[in-house]
Each structure stands twice: as C-alpha cells, then as structure tokens.
C-alpha cells in the first residue's frame, strides 16, 4: 500500500484530492447509516471523468462501493475508485465490497482512512492487493473521513460510543426558570438543528428526573428537520427510524404513561439490580436492563454508573454516536467522569435570573486549579440565538 502525504496528480491526469474531496461530500450527505460508519465512494476512468458514484444509505443495503460500481456498470475495467474508508473484506449483511471491485476490473483504489474495525483493519486492503490492484492511502486526509465517523471510529478504538452533550441556556447561564420551566429557551432554528443531531444519534440518553418534571418524547420530529427533497431522499433510512431512547432510572421510577415510552422505535431503561423491576405494564418495545451500582469509582452505590451503560450500548446495542438530553445532574456526573467529548450548548438571548437551574452541576470545583478544560471549535448564530461547540481536551481524537 502506497502512502501519500500530499495531493497528487497520476501519470494519467486523475486528480486524487479533487475526487476524495467529493466522496467525502458523499458520505457527509447521510445523517446516519448506524452501526455502520458513513462512506462515499466515486469511480474515476483515465479521462479523469466521474462514471459512477455512491454512498451507503443504510445497514443491510449496499455499500458505497457497490452502488458506484453498478452506476459505471462497463466503464470500470482499469478505473479508480475513490472510497472514504477501507473496502471491507469480510461477509457480513453483504457481500465483501473488495470481491466487487476485484471482479469489476478496477485498476486502482485510493483510500483515505484505514478501518479500525478488526474484521477489517487492513484485510481489505491486502485482498485488492493480492489481486494485483494498486492500494493507495491518502493519509493527510485521513482526519478527514475520520470527522465523518466519530462513533464508528471510537467504538472500533475504544470500545465505547462518541458522546455529545447537549444544553440549552439563557445568557445568564441558566437551563430553566426558578419554577422549572424551559420552553423555549432558543427559537425555531436552534431546534431544529437539534432534531439533527437526534437523526444522526444511535441513542438519545436523559435521565429519570428529566422524565419526571418535563415528560419529553425525546424523539426526531421530522417536520422540525427541515430537509430539502434531496436531503430527504439521501436519508430516507434516519427518516424512517428512531434513535434508541434511553432512560438512566436506578430506582424505576419511570411512569407507565410517560410519553418517551409512547412513541415507536426501542427504549431501554437502566436500573439497579437491586430493585424489584416489574415490566408487565410497560410497553413491548421497554427493555429494562439492570447494573450494578459498585462497577466505577466515583459513582455514588445508588445510582446507575454512566461508563457501565455507554459500554453496554457499544458492545450489546452497537451505538456509535450517543446524544445526552439531560438536566444538570446526570449531565454534570457524564463531564465529570470525563465521558463526554463534544458539549453543545445553545443560547437564548434572554435573562432567567439565578435562581433558575444551572447548566451543569460540578461538585468539588473550589479554585482554578479544579477547572475542567474545553476547546471552542466554533460558535454559530441561529437566528436570534447562538450555539457554542466545544470539545473537552480529554476527549477522544
């Protein structure tokens, strides 16, 4: 396999980072394709002209190479292929898509990422170079692809799912008013890009209390997702599904009625194991899954341990991305056990005063020297408010 560290321009004209650039902006088109990463792929024949592209629209379907190749159905014999991730080489819903670019003739593939997946992890690879097709790995755009598959790449990694935490605030740092109120602290286009990044979550996690006092759905609204029609197209399977609804509940308390367990897709809630769980009311879609309350330090015995439910919804559930829509407790104790790695914080442009509740309880922090680093990435007006991005310097790269 050939490493490059800069763009380069084949004896035949083919421009490569002109051509990865645009299946990178395949593969970011689709919101999710969970658990499988986000991949884009083009086909390029030596008059440096695009004869087919895809990208993977959902798990189960073809893969980006796949649907690709069979757009330059009879132009792909000594063609490139320009795939976002490593073709994989290993049976799994599908097809290996090495064995498709094999058979299609293709006379080269250039790569930009590796797949950290063990089942993967540079057997694709090896197999188009066994059959005599030039592997080529674009590594100073390997960040690249990589951005686009967070989760994927560090439940590969890690073993857990990558988690964002998002709040919302007044300016005077508050998440509701005195007598808990919080609707609504941002307006329209806030919300809406919210619902997106539910669409692109695998699991939306809140915890009992937000249950208790605000009776949430926590599901997409799609009518809040304000897609164009090709956008909808692109995405029909995050259009179709709901991301997994999950509930930290340690002693059960979570009502029968309440409406997260209402709406279609899977809820789990995560109790103690030493409470009596009764399920028979519940709908058929609630699973209750049972923890010990003693696994991680730091977590209080009573309470359901934060790293326990993320490990079980990497390894049992395959979860990539994990959104947490929770008040200032459970969204505190997930920063503090440094768990989080992108906090997302929009703000409304209105006072709350203090004694509304804050962003985030943060026991134990007495001087500067407590304080908990995060990088700004960017901070983005929508409409009349703003949303911060910030990534903490513990975080997962």
């Known amino acids: 396999m050939i490493a490059i560290e800069a763009n380069e321009i084949g004896v035949s004209g ?6 990865m650039l645009h299946a990178l902006s395949l593969a970011q088109r689709v919101l999710t394709a969970t658990p499988n990463p986000r991949v884009g792929c083009v086909i390029v024949n030596a008059d440096n002209e695009v004869v087919g592209e895809g990208w993977h629209h959902a798990p189960g379907e073809a893969h980006a190479e796949i649907n690709a190749l069979n757009q330059a159905a009879g132009k792909t014999a000594d063609a490139v292929a320009f795939v976002t ?3 994989c080489a290993h049976y799994g819903k599908t097809p290996p898509c090495a064995d498709a670019l094999i058979a299609a003739g293709i006379g080269k593939t250039v790569i930009a990422s590796l797949d950290p997946n063990p089942a993967v992890a540079g057997k694709g690879a090896e197999k188009l170079e066994q059959a005599g097709i030039e592997v080529v790995h674009m590594k100073y755009l390997e960040h690249r ?3 686009i598959n967070p989760g994927y790449m560090k439940r590969m990694i890690t073993g857990l799912p990558y988690v964002r935490c998002k709040l919302a605030m007044s300016l005077d740092g508050r998440t509701a008013a005195a007598n808990r109120e919080s609707k609504w602290i941002t307006g329209p286009q806030a919300r809406s890009e919210v619902q997106q990044l539910r669409a692109e979550s695998g699991a939306i996690i809140t915890g009992i209390n937000t249950v208790l006092q605000d009776d949430p759905s926590m599901t997409v609204r799609l009518d809040e997702l304000n897609l164009s029609e090709t956008q909808a197209s692109h995405n029909r399977f995050a259009m179709s599904r709901q991301p997994m609804r999950v509930i930290m509940d340690s002693s059960m308390a979570t009502p029968v009625n309440a409406k997260i ?7 789990k809630i995560f109790a103690l194991d030493s409470v009596d769980v009764d399920v028979a009311d519940y709908p058929s879609t609630t699973e ?3 923890v010990s309350g003693d696994k991680h330090d730091g977590t209080p015995k009573n309470r359901v341990d934060p790293a326990t439910v993320l490990e079980l919804l990497a390894s049992r559930f395959e979860v990539n991305e994990v959104l947490l829509e929770a008040g200032p407790v459970l969204s505190g104790a ?4 440094a768990l989080v790695d992108e906090l997302i914080i929009y703000v409304g442009g209105k006072l709350l005063g203090s004694n509304g ?7 134990g922090l007495e001087s500067m020297s407590d304080q908990i680093i995060i990088d700004i990435d960017n901070i983005k007006q929508l409409g009349k408010d703003c949303r911060i991005l910030g990534r903490f ?3 997962w790269k």
């Not at 997930?334 to 056990?337: I, S």
């Not at 509740?357 to 026991?363: G, K, R």
């Open 14 to 19: 083919i421009d490569y980072e002109l051509h």
């Open 393 to 395: 310097e513990n975080s």
């Open 357 to 363: 509740l804050p962003l985030l309880e943060l026991a």
């Open 85 to 87: 991730l490593e073709p």
């Open 334 to 337: 997930f920063v503090q056990a």
């Open 288 to 290: 209750v899954i049972t």
């Open 145 to 147: 692809s990589r951005a």
């Open 261 to 267: 367990l209402q709406a279609p897709g899977e809820i």
